[in-house]
């Protein structure tokens, strides 16, 4: 079983790996670190803080783009293709096909990731950062929420084609980062139903800013360890959700 | 017990949400036994790659079952024992041959020696020793067909059921590919394919199933179909002129090069017919039946039932008889490949 | 068999779906413990902000002002401070320069809420320096010179700035006249607020000023009958009772009303004119002060002060408060302190 599902997950990590896409946005990080690192001397003394905050907004940008672009094409693209029939085929259960096609793209994810967090704390440490481990906490918690945005992307890749998929994604993405404040909006607001509307996507869809704590570690406010523990359960929570959704979907897929 | 079998299986198709067109294929009742190599004919959009599907566990029936080997069909069990070629088969772009076959060893969950030994013997048997190392996204039609092929048979399956398995291929291709099925046969395995290339059928067939507009028109052995389709007999003649023929009462003789040809309607007739020509001093050189080809028989049942039937709507939006005449006429131009669906 | 399946999938969807509910709270109510500088980090330095908004300083200054209103809403229900005003109203004002709203609403907390008419004062003149043409901002800064820092000539200067700008409305040149003749400073103030209160379309300065105007015209009362009880006393020789002496007395023609509901008194010794709802405003304000102090003084040395002077001396309060028309009390037992109205007292 584990084979099976680790063997999809590899072929899925080739595919992604050897995608043009990939090295495109790969060059493209390699560029913006180098930059935080020459705009630096121009930022009065703040290069630091600088450097930290385009780092770490790059690596979570970048990263989400993987996330959902890849992601989002992967399943519809073996459909499409009909790739898909051969796999299908042989003895292996839809669920496996799900699990491995997400592991294979967290592992791409995760790569892009790990690389660009080595050349931020190479470049912070230049610059005069030290050695921050609240960075790598930072870096943890966004990993955690590409973990939970590769489920959604896979999900989506299952119910709708890529760009529909990527579109909802990346809606999915800003509602989840402005959730709060659309609740304490909507709560000033004098229609009931705009109150609950706005507390019902509040409870419902991910509040991704619990996985965002750069601004904090920016400014060096410590993160205890049982805030990042729960965070990154909400977070692998959420990813389980969405991955069940999608076996569902994709057990009652036939393919014309 | 047969390998395969479809117990009134159907599958209702809508075209649209709000189901504007009906297309329902089956019932299908059809056993696949041990050993055999069985033929599924029919024009294009009749169903044969619906009911190939339906097989894999790719279509789900909307009633009736699929067995293999007496397991249900898209259990993991009966799907370690079967190997399938899609139509028109497309594979990850991204690996070369040698890897896209060992991940599908890996799906069978081979041993890694042992899937890389039986990829590269795979590669070999097809024919594409040389291209071994070659990224998919370069190879050729035929390429990809020899490939689809190789990886049908990654988990040395007992039952093969390839879709359109000589498409793509040119002469050579496709006597390679007949050798191999045949050499399938000879090992024992069961081999369930479809096609409309009905010279390559009837050269290695057992038993053909012929099918249109989702319903299964006739199931029988190819011999069968044959002989029920003698239509007479040519006696080859030598030191006897067409004329002499012809005053003896054989009206429709006449010469071929140097012999003499004379038609008899029936089996029964040759010997009276043998004797009066030998006493008129011909020598008999040889006694053909005249069959009409598979492809005879084919373009009456199905052209010829199409009367019969409701025109339906096939996946092309077209109905069975329009795409049947078509494809009749395809058949006979022998034009490879299918139109989009 | 499929269906089994299916069922156990979605019971397994329900529970994660309950796992997270739960994992969520946990983490809403850590997020929202008041730690300033978390606050900070929502509002970060307009300087860095200009580096990296690329052109958006605009779209994030309005990002900012929601942000910004939240502040100010969370805090206005809550503990009545609000430290980081200045110092967001000052980055959102840097973004977009010309975000008018941001000077406006900006000049009336920092004066009104946070008392930091300084603040208040170098907002509105960037404002002015930015949107010159604009009367609003000069209008305000003569509105907070002439209210909060009583600088009649400062406030003119303004007002008939104000009057000079494109399209002024006829009000400034009206309280330009108001701020020279020097007429009251009460009938300006309230005057001021009323203009204040029918341009506005924020409702919270509508409420500020809505309630400004209702303190004055209870001032303004209480002076009134302030006067009276001289007469008075002038005439008859001693103190009235109570207020409805002075109408039989023929001095008032009715007994006024309070805006906030309450009545007026007259106190039984300094024969001063209260209002109840003020001094029950009072009371309830000291007694919440009270409160605080007496809860700071606990968590440092794990008791209940032995009397408010002590609260005095641990330097918690800086006088021992006294409320005209209630008797302040301290239990040292339980820590309660309570300022209760006098003529509560007498009814019971």
Redesign the interface.
């Known amino acids: 079983m584990t ?2 599902v ?3 997950a ?2 899925t990590f ?2 992604a790996v ?2 043009r896409l990939f090295a495109v946005i790969g060059v493209f990080a390699v560029f913006v670190l180098v930059s935080s690192f020459v ?1 630096g001397p ?3 003394g ?1 290069q630091v ?2 450097t930290q ?2 780092g770490l907004a790059s690596i979570s940008v970048l990263c989400f783009m993987i996330a959902i672009l890849v992601g989002t094409s992967i399943v519809h693209r073996e459909i499409d ?3 898909i ?9 839809r669920w496996e096909f799900i699990v491995g096609k997400f592991l294979g793209l967290v592992a791409t994810v995760s790569l892009l990731l790990g690389a660009m967090t080595i050349m931020l704390t190479v470049v912070d440490y230049l610059v005069g950062g030290g050695f921050p481990t609240q960075i790598l906490v930072a870096v943890l918690l966004i990993w955690m929420e590409l973990i939970l945005l590769t489920a959604l992307s896979v999900l989506m890749s299952t119910i709708a084609s890529p760009i529909l998929g990527a579109i909802f994604s990346l809606l999915f993405y800003v509602i989840g980062h402005t959730s709060a ?1 659309i609740k ?2 909507a709560a ?1 607001s004098a229609s009931a139903s705009v109150r609950i509307a706005a507390d019902v996507v509040y ?1 419902t869809l991910p ?1 991704l800013e ?1 996985l965002n704590v750069r ?2 570690v ?2 060096g ?1 410590h993160v205890d360890t049982t ?1 990042v523990a ?2 990154s ?2 977070a692998l ?2 990813a ?2 969405f991955l ?2 999608a ?2 979907v994709f ?1 009652r897929k ?3 | 017990m047969s390998v395969l079998r479809f117990e009134a299986v159907s599958k209702v ?1 809508r075209s649209s949400l709000r189901g504007k067109y009906l297309y329902t294929l089956g019932p299908i009742d059809l056993g696949i036994e041990p050993g055999e190599i069985f033929g599924y004919l029919g024009p294009n959009g009749a169903g044969k790659t619906t009911t190939l ?1 339906l097989g ?5 029936p909307s009633s009736g079952k699929v067995l293999i080997f007496d397991r249900p069909h898209d259990s ?2 009966a ?2 024992r ?1 190997g ?1 070629l ?1 139509e ?5 772009q ?2 070369t041959a040698v ?1 896209l076959l060992e ?2 060893g ?4 081979l041993e890694r020696h042992e899937n890389r030994r039986r990829a590269l013997d795979l590669i070999d048997k097809v024919g594409l020793r040389k291209f071994g190392n070659t990224m998919i996204s370069k190879f050729s039609k035929g390429m990809l067909q020899r490939i ?1 092929l190789a ?1 049908a048979l990654v988990n040395e399956p007992d039952l093969v059921v390839l879709d359109e398995p000589m498409s793509g291929l040119d002469p050579i291709g496709r006597r390679e590919i007949r050798d191999l099925i045949l050499d399938l046969k000879a090992r024992g395995k069961t081999v369930f394919l479809s096609s409309h290339i009905l010279q390559d059928v009837e050269m290695i067939c057992d038993r053909v199933g012929i099918i249109s507009a989702g319903k299964i028109l006739e199931i029988a052995s190819v011999a069968d179909l044959l002989d029920r389709s003698v239509e007479s007999i040519e006696i080859h003649l030598e030191g006897i002129a067409a004329s002499e023929a012809r005053d003896l009462g054989f009206t429709g003789a006449s010469a071929l090069g140097d012999k003499t040809v004379v038609t008899v309607a029936h089996q029964a007739e040759i010997n009276l017919a043998i004797m009066r020509l030998v006493a008129a001093g011909a020598r008999v050189a040889a006694v053909l039946p005249l069959r009409g080809t598979l492809e005879d028989y084919f373009m009456r049942q199905v052209v010829g039932g199409e009367a019969l039937q409701r025109g339906v709507p096939g996946s092309d939006g077209r109905t069975a008889g329009a795409s049947a005449a078509t494809g009749a006429s395809e058949l006979v131009s022998n034009a490879a490949g299918k139109q989009g669906r | 068999m ?1 269906s089994l ?2 069922v156990m ?1 979605v019971l ?2 329900i529970s ?2 309950a ?3 739960k ?2 709270a ?2 809403d109510h ?2 929202y413990e008041g ?1 300033v ?2 606050e ?3 509002f ?1 330095s307009g ?2 902000l200009e ?2 908004d690329l052109g958006f300083g605009a779209l994030i200054a309005d990002g900012m002002w ?2 910004g209103i ?1 502040y100010y ?1 969370a805090h206005h229900k809550s503990d009545k401070a609000y430290p980081l005003a200045e110092h967001i109203f000052s980055t959102i004002t840097d973004l977009d320069p010309e975000f008018i709203s941001a000077y406006r609403f900006g000049g009336i907390v920092l004066s009104e809420d946070v008392g930091a008419t300084g603040a208040a004062i170098d907002l509105l003149k960037k404002g002015i320096r930015s949107n010159p043409g604009r009367w609003e901002l000069p209008f305000d800064l003569g509105f907070i010179y002439f209210v909060d820092c009583n600088d009649c000539a400062k406030a003119a200067r303004y007002f008939s700035l104000a009057s000079r700008m494109d399209n002024p409305p006829e009000i400034t040149k009206r309280f330009t006249a108001f701020a020279f003749r020097k007429a009251g400073k009460t009938e300006v103030a309230r005057a001021l607020w009323q203009q204040l209160y029918d341009s506005t379309g924020n409702r919270v300065i509508k409420d500020a000023a809505a309630a400004a105007i209702k303190n004055i015209d209870l001032d303004t009362t209480v002076q009134q009958l302030s006067a009276l009880v001289e007469r008075f006393r002038q005439n008859s020789g001693r103190y009235p009772a109570e207020i409805s002496d002075l109408v039989r007395a023929g001095l008032a023609r009715r007994i006024p009303e309070d805006p906030f509901g309450g009545s007026y008194l007259i106190d039984g010794e300094t024969h001063h004119v209260l209002s109840t709802s003020r001094v029950e405003d009072e009371a309830a304000k000291t007694v919440e002060s009270l409160t605080k102090a007496i809860e700071r003084f606990n968590r440092q040395n794990g008791r209940f002060p032995a009397s408010l002077e002590e609260l005095k001396s641990a330097g918690l309060i800086e006088t021992v408060p006294e409320v005209e028309g209630a008797r302040l009390a301290y239990e040292r037992s339980t820590g309660k302190a309570t300022c209760n109205p006098v003529w509560r007292e007498v009814v019971r």
């Open positions: 084979g099976r680790m063997g999809i590899r072929n080739k595919e050897r995608d705009i121009l930022s009065l703040e803080r600088i905050d385009i293709r009909r790739t029939y051969t796999v299908i085929s042989k003895p292996v259960e404040d304490d909006l000033r409870r509040n619990y601004n904090k920016i400014h406010v805030y729960f965070a359960s909400y929570l959420y389980f959700v069940v959704i076996v569902m057990r036939e393919f014309r | 198709f599907k894999m566990g790719l279509l789900r993991l069990s799907k370690r079967v399938f899609p028109q088969p497309y594979f990850y991204h690996l890897e991940f599908y890996d799906m069978f969950g689809g990886q | 499929r399946v299916t999938m397994v969807l994660a779906a796992a997270i509910t994992v969520a946990t983490l850590r997020r730690d500088v978390e900070l980090t929502y970060p300087r860095f580096l990296a929601l942000r939240q809403g």
